[in-house]
């Protein structure tokens, strides 16, 4: 039994204070327990911003997860929000994915699902952020939820590439 | 309908205008049937771009601008790296010059699709989303994806990734695409050809509002290409400047209801920019391909007086660039090097370059180690907002009789006109209707 394919954005920039949470989740993969069976598993794209296209042209059949820093969470905390939550009532109060600029997230998501027939399985990993100046340092609370938030990746991956992903690598 | 005394004094707001870039809004107040104040008010924070590239490299400038904006990020990159050329002194060679006109090409898709298909046709089409749209007419969005796609990859293959690409460098390129990664753009590109053909048709057969006007239209004009990266600044009404001078001729100024500077004539005056201006500017120098399209559609006259024919500019330019990257593509040969040497001196470097919501002016200081003192960047939008103000005056007593909601909407849809790039101007749009 093969894993299902998934494919993990990244989004962020390094260089814009706390924008940078998900590239250094990244980084620190291999550190975290799964890490590494989890990038060996993924279908790995880092960008600056959401691109509708990402999501559309998600293949068949597989995951998608979307690493993003967000506000409307606490700085620091970490959560998983599947796609659906954020086309369903009460999506105003959800943490918003900093890294969208052509279009809002929840058009991002209508329109996937529109062209794709459905929505990836899959979510948003997101991490509570508050400062995205260029060239501002993240804030301690940040720097330390930064391993917290790379075992969630490698958690979720591992879980949506199902059992056959398990115990790999 | 509205009765008699209430169209007299209306007001208008809306606070975050939808499919645009950034955050906005607008507010409009009518009184008597006259309009007393037309606001494109733009909050989205100051974002400090010109101070933050003091003290950097020329090369360390390029990757900071480019951050500025996802959607645009070529023109930035490109402007400064013009600028800095031609103050250093630095020849490129001619097929790294083809390269950055394919690049700019990559990202006029991106821009223009999006724009076109996601954000301005719904208007057109009577749907309230992209989303509606897609509901309705799936096809539609597909082939509004194909190109946006297709830009995608042209920028993938050249600028190392889709957005904010990251081998421009001063001289030329960090690193080349091989002729193998070029070939193999070929057939989407073609694909995009012909899907933008069929944009052409498209928009062509949709009824715009009535709206016309005589602005005065801004762009670089150059005599034997369409212009992006070079050409100098024209306009419908006469002006012809080098475009290192961009401050002799226009200025910056300040307004309470906007974090972006506000760009004015010497005298006072609105320009506009865009796909509208370098058509008018620019017909003659089309790619063939788009000058017959052009000349088929009959729309030339009225894309320069009528705004809401912007959606057919868009169109039209998509044909363009689709066309001359196949050129490019079928003509390029490899240069021996992907960049030349290079040494940075003191002095003033300023440029010009086509955006694809319009021109685009940096002016850069570097000082005797070769590290920017001073910078300034004047993004299309900030320069759009007098005269976006002004339309948006000129507009408003045509929908004054419509109820609120439809009014509304009209003018939202003459915003979105000009795709408005908020979070370049900050470097902006709610709308609010003030109608007393």
């Known amino acids: ?169 | 309908m509205q009765g008699t005394e209430t169209t007299l004094d209306r007001d208008y707001a809306v606070r975050g205008i939808t499919r645009v870039e950034g955050e906005g809004s607008l507010r409009l107040r009518v009184r008597g049937g006259v309009v007393e104040a037309a606001r494109l008010e733009i909050f989205e924070a100051p974002r400090y771009f010109e101070r933050l590239v003091v003290g950097r490299t020329p090369d360390e400038v390029l990757d900071i601008v480019a951050r500025i904006c996802g959607i645009c990020p070529v023109a930035y990159q490109m402007t400064a790296v013009h600028a800095f050329e031609d103050l250093c002194g630095v020849v490129i060679d001619p097929e790294v010059r083809r390269l950055r006109r394919l690049m700019y090409c990559g990202e006029w898709l991106q821009s223009h699709a999006l724009h076109v298909y996601l954000l301005h046709a719904p208007d057109f089409l009577g749907y309230a989303s992209a989303i509606d749209l897609a509901q309705d007419r799936r096809d539609l969005v597909e082939r509004g994806l194909a190109i946006k796609r297709m830009g995608n990859q042209l920028l993938t293959v050249l600028g190392g990734r889709a957005i904010h690409p990251v081998t421009v460098r001063v001289g030329g390129f960090s690193h080349l695409p091989s002729r193998d990664q070029l070939d193999v753009l070929r057939p989407g590109l073609e694909a995009a050809l012909a899907g933008a053909l069929e944009t052409l048709e498209l928009v062509a057969g949709l009824a715009a509002p009535t709206f016309e006007r005589e602005p005065a239209l801004l762009a670089l004009r150059h005599p034997t290409e369409y212009p992006m990266n070079e050409g100098r600044i024209a306009s419908t009404d006469g002006l012809d400047i080098d475009p290192r001078h961009w401050n002799d001729v226009f200025h910056e100024e300040q307004v309470p209801w906007s974090h972006a500077l506000q760009a004015r004539s010497a005298n006072g005056d609105a320009y506009l920019l865009g796909p509208a201006a370098r058509l008018a500017l620019n017909a003659a120098v089309l790619h063939p391909i788009a000058r017959e399209a052009l000349d088929r559609s009959g729309l030339a006259d009225a894309i320069r007086r009528n705004p809401f024919l912007s959606i057919a500019a868009r169109a039209i330019e998509l044909i363009d660039v689709c066309a001359e990257g196949l050129d490019i593509l079928a003509a390029y040969r490899a240069p021996d090097a992907p960049r030349v040497a290079w040494r940075a001196q003191p002095g003033v470097a300023a440029w010009s370059t086509e955006a694809p919501r319009g021109l685009l002016f940096h002016r850069y200081t570097l000082d005797e180690s070769g590290r920017v003192a001073t910078a300034q960047i004047v993004p299309p939008t900030s320069q759009n907002q007098v005269a976006i103000e002004r339309d948006l005056a000129l507009f408003a007593p045509s929908v004054l009789d419509l109820p609120q909601d439809q009014a509304t909407h009209r003018l939202e849809q003459l915003v979105r006109s000009y795709d408005p790039c908020i979070s370049c101007a900050t470097h902006f749009l709610d709308v609010e209707v003030d109608a007393g």
């Not at chain 1, 990038?39 to 059949?61: F, S």
């Not at chain 1, 998501?109 to 060239?135: D, K, Y």
Request: charged share 20%.
């Open chain 1, 1 to 169: 039994m093969n894993a299902r394919p998934v494919r993990l954005i990244v989004l962020g920039a390094m260089d814009r204070g706390e924008d940078a949470l998900g590239p250094l989740a990244i980084d620190a993969l291999p550190t975290v327990p799964g890490g590494r069976e989890a990038l060996a598993l993924v279908e790995l794209r880092e960008a600056g911003h959401l691109d509708v296209l990402d999501l559309v042209d998600t293949p068949q059949g597989s995951a998608c997860l979307i690493v993003d820093a967000a506000r409307g969470l606490a700085p620091g905390l970490v959560a998983v929000v599947p796609f659906e939550s954020f086309l369903a009532p009460g999506h105003d109060e959800l943490p918003e994915p900093r890294s969208s600029h052509e279009l809002p997230v929840g058009t991002v998501l209508r329109l996937a699902q529109v062209m794709r027939g459905t929505l990836p399985e899959g979510g948003f990993i997101v991490c509570g952020a508050a400062s995205f100046g260029l060239g501002e340092q993240l804030s301690p609370a940040i720097l330390a939820a930064v391993p917290e938030l790379a075992a969630v990746v490698a958690q979720t991956v591992l879980r949506y590439a199902g059992p056959a992903a398990v115990g790999r690598g």
